[in-house]
């Protein structure tokens, strides 16, 4: 990922990013290619994964998403300073990419047949610190998540 960007640079310039107002993405394929792809990059090397985007609203989540858009800004020509689609459609592909990140960790990491303390005692996932880690499987192993996510998985299969 992220191969190939210089072809993309406009004669120097960096790719432009338009995303028009109420709009997830921008409209030409190029350029929602290279804003998700962008941003994936950029949030996979600078951001923490909370158990929840709720965390991400005080102020330390909001400088660690500030830090991802400002990548995301010094790579492409996408307004991510002003309120507004483009900054929009930034978080939005960085929401989704969290939820993803913690969706493939529980899968690969998370053994339901381990009790709490053995999980806790492993080593946590690469570029993922302790206490991250820690509060994952903590949410992960609270009975009450656990039956909300039996009823969840319940109604998923009558769809």
């Given at each position: ?46 951001l923490?994964?909370y ?6 609203d005080?102020?330390?989540?909001q ?25 929009d459609?930034?978080?939005?592909i ?7 990140t ?9 053994d ?5 303390e ?22 992960w ?19």
């Amino acid at each position: 990922m992220g191969h190939g960007s210089e072809k993309m640079l406009n004669r120097g310039n960096r790719l432009a990013i338009h995303v028009a107002e109420g709009k997830k993405r921008p409209e030409v394929p190029l350029q929602a290619a290279k804003l998700a792809s962008e941003t994936g990059v950029a949030l996979r090397d600078n951001l923490p994964i909370y158990k929840s985007w709720k965390l991400y609203d005080n102020a330390v989540g909001q400088a660690e998403v500030g830090k991802v858009l400002d990548k995301v800004a010094s790579r492409l020509d996408v307004n991510v300073k002003n309120e507004g689609p483009s900054k929009d459609a930034c978080i939005n592909i960085i929401k989704r990419g969290v939820r993803q990140t913690r969706y493939n960790l529980k899968r690969k990491y998370f053994d339901e047949s381990l009790t709490k303390e053995q999980l806790l005692a492993m080593q946590p996932p690469p570029k993922m610190k302790k206490e991250d880690w820690t509060g994952l499987v903590e949410y992960w192993c609270d009975p009450k998540n656990q039956e909300k996510s039996a009823k969840n998985k319940a109604n998923r299969g009558n769809v």
